[in-house]
């Protein structure tokens, strides 16, 4: 597609719910970053795929985020279980390459999805 | 580790004056730097970055930044501003080497006044 796409962009749910948040990245980028961003804040890193394979899963706050791009392109972001202090902004990043020419990619971002949990 | 410090909350300038954003980072071995603008209800958009060579870059929308690698610092400038450019404005950087993980500082908000 044109540019990074995010689905739902605002999603309210209660408190121990699950939800799912669906990147589309830019078509053929290799690379698919995920971040929360809280009010007031830069984004914060979450975890990146090249291709299938998630690369980093460091930022990740608890075993309750978990992410996946089964086919080396939409990727979801679950939340299980969540919380009030979940509620933020997430974004969803792709860059073309893999990291493979010794460079980091410029990332592009998507608009986000605002999650608020209630 | 790798950090960025945009040490000014706010930065107000008047219409047609110059303006500066700044940013200093830490990271090991050579940066990459990077400006982001976040216009309201929009996401992040790209506006220049240093990967190595010319320490002064330029970018999109008449923005440059100099990268100064004794100050550690790479501060988004812009000749003339205009109204349009307020926004929230990001400085990240990655430690280069093929490595991906980009971290971001808390982002400086920029005023222009008419």
């Known amino acids: 597609g044109a540019g990074v796409s995010q689905s739902p962009r605002y999603k309210v749910t209660k408190r121990g719910q699950d939800v799912a948040l669906r990147c589309d990245p830019i078509s053929g980028h290799v690379s698919l970053y995920w971040y929360r961003q809280a009010l007031g804040q830069g984004p914060e890193f979450l975890t990146y795929?090249?291709?299938?394979?998630?690369?980093?899963k460091s930022g990740l706050p608890n075993d309750r985020f978990s992410a996946e791009r089964p086919e080396g392109s939409i990727s979801t972001l679950t939340i299980q279980r969540t919380e009030q202090r979940d509620s933020a902004m997430y974004r969803c990043?792709?860059?073309?390459?893999?990291?493979?020419?010794?460079?980091?990619?410029?990332?592009?971002f998507g608009p986000g999805t605002r999650l608020t949990v209630l | 580790a790798q950090s960025v410090a945009q040490p000014e909350d706010q930065v107000n300038v008047a219409e047609g004056n110059p303006l500066t954003v700044k940013c200093t980072y830490s990271v090991s071995g050579n940066p990459y730097l990077f400006w982001y603008v976040q216009y309201p209800n929009r996401g992040l958009q790209f506006l220049l970055k240093y990967i190595t060579g010319d320490n002064l870059v330029k970018g999109s929308y008449g923005f440059e930044a100099e990268f100064n690698k004794s100050q550690t610092s790479f501060h988004l400038k812009k000749p003339s501003a205009l109204v349009s450019d307020s926004a929230l404005y990001f400085c990240?950087?990655?430690?280069?080497?093929?490595?991906?993980?980009?971290?971001f500082g808390i982002g400086t908000k920029l005023q222009v006044i008419p």
């Open positions: 990240a950087v990655s430690r280069g080497g093929g490595y991906q993980k980009v971290t």
């Open positions: 990043a792709s860059s073309q390459g893999g990291g493979g020419a010794g460079v980091t990619d410029t990332q592009y």
């Open positions: 795929f090249n291709y299938e394979a998630q690369q980093d």
